[in-house]
């Protein structure tokens, strides 16, 4: 029983102290070190003017990297020809010629446009992603993988709330 209670109470202490090293956050919680404190952006805004600019939903994705439940988005359905935006600066995205229906309940695009996009390593709840946001105000737009469609083999899996869809004029 003494064992048992010694090695409880080491392997408390190696998690208090890699918790205290690492910032380690609890799964629940939303990441708050997103690695963009070093990057400058042309678009920017105060935390007040960006709750002005955007609904609560959109604040909680673009500026706090959040991510919306899937297939709530009614851009993931969206299937006209246009071009995706971001929703914090309205800076052009990604062209509708690269959306294809991923099946994981986001809007899902294989290229974006040229210079519109950025990224980053993200480690937040104990895996290893690539983050991508928006490279003119930096809002976070979703993740990208490499288990998309050819031509590039990649996923850009948006959140819906992070952009607008502007249909092409007719």
């Excluded at 910032?23 to 920017?44: M, N, Q």
């Excluded at 971001?86 to 800076?91: D, E, I, V």
């Excluded at 976070?140 to 959140?159: E, I, Q, W």
């Amino acid at each position: 029983m003494q064992s048992r209670r010694r090695f409880l109470f080491s392997s408390a202490a190696a998690v208090a102290a890699l918790a205290a090293a690492s910032r380690w956050r609890p799964l629940a919680a939303a990441p708050t070190d997103t690695g963009k404190a070093a990057e400058s952006f042309e678009f920017v805004r105060t935390d007040a003017q960006w709750h002005q600019l955007l609904t609560p939903a959109q604040y909680s994705v673009l500026r706090e990297e959040g991510t919306e439940r899937p297939y709530t988005s009614p851009l993931n359905n969206e299937h006209r020809t246009g071009v995706f935006s971001c929703a914090g600066c309205r800076l052009d995205l990604f062209s509708s010629s690269t959306k294809f229906d991923s099946h994981t309940g986001w809007p899902s695009f294989w290229a974006p446009l040229p210079h519109a996009v950025a990224s980053h390593e993200d480690s937040s709840f104990g895996m290893s992603r690539t983050e991508v946001h928006c490279r003119r105000c930096g809002g976070h737009l979703g993740h990208v993988f490499d288990d998309g469609p050819k031509p590039t083999a990649l996923r850009y899996c948006m959140n819906g709330l992070a952009m607008n869809f502007t249909p092409a004029a007719a």
